[in-house]
Nanobody, 126 residues
């Protein structure tokens, strides 16, 4: 069974930075895609960023392009999300996601996989 454990969330001022990490355990996926979704209060969960196992160019939602960077360490089954120039609208619970079938893009957006972490809170104050 796959477990995804997120870490690195916290409270920061606007313009600050945080780095999230998500470690996968319990099963290996040689072709898995891993990424991040987020959900703000009263809003639907939305895609943030995803990276393939092979290291192909990652995908980002438009609102974070140029500010967030996703990376992957396959030896540790871990992905990271470096978040710079944070804005209050980035405030959300960030969820790690893993798709054992690899990266699939539908209507310009990556599709969520079957496995989810518990989420880590990111709060950006103005």
């Amino acid at each position: 069974q796959v477990q995804l454990i997120e870490s690195g969330g916290g409270l920061v001022q606007a313009g600050g930075s945080l780095t999230l990490a998500c470690a996968a355990s319990g099963q290996t996926f040689s072709s898995s895609a891993m990424g991040w979704f987020r959900q703000a209060p009263g809003k639907e969960r939305e895609f943030v960023a995803v990276i393939s196992y092979s290291g192909a160019p990652p995908y980002y939602t438009d609102s974070v392009k140029g500010r967030f960077t996703i990376s992957r360490d396959n030896g540790k089954n871990t992905i990271y999300l470096q978040m710079n120039s944070l804005k209050p609208e980035d405030t959300a619970v960030y969820y790690c996601n893993l798709d054992s079938k690899g990266l699939t893009v539908v209507a310009g957006l990556p599709r969520a996989g079957d496995y989810w972490g518990q989420g880590t809170q990111v709060t950006v104050s103005s």
